[in-house]
């Protein structure tokens, strides 16, 4: 007969391999090289990967039609607007057939939005769900990538542990 101890251990490891296989937990970053962004931005400031380097940074992929990304608009906005992430955040609209200006304009977002319409953005930084948002660190590399909705404390952790 299994202890408790050791049942509970197979429990868990057989969810995290569970987890893994649904893609909703990401073993640590590759610390690869952050794929360059688009030369143009949709909405907001002007901003490239180079303007970045020497701080974190967040690039959130979203689409408006998304639910999830409705959840957490308003957790990315605030985030923006604190000390920490004022100028380090970025967005991603993927493949988006909806009311993208209006998602942006509804949830206040005053940052760099970029269009990725065919998804190879979203391909090249590895994203196969949405809401992702994917830690860039001070190097241009990424440190960390959450799939599903995030809170401004989760952003700001990320941020921490990338700077």
Known sequence: MLSHRLALRLALAALALALVAYGLFKPAASHRRAPALPAQVATGPSVSLADLRGHAAAVVFFASWCNPCREEAHAVADFAATKLGRGHVIAVDTTDGGNWR??????????????????????????????????????????????????????????????
């Open 102 to 163: 209006g998602f942006i304009r509804r949830y206040g977002w005053r940052f760099p939005v970029f269009r990725d319409r065919d998804g190879l953005l979203g391909d090249s930084y590895g994203v196969h769900t949405l809401p992702t948002t994917v830690i860039i660190d001070a190097r241009g590399r990424i440190a960390a990538s959450s799939s599903g909705v995030q809170t401004v404390a989760g952003l700001a952790a990320e941020f921490e542990h990338a700077s």
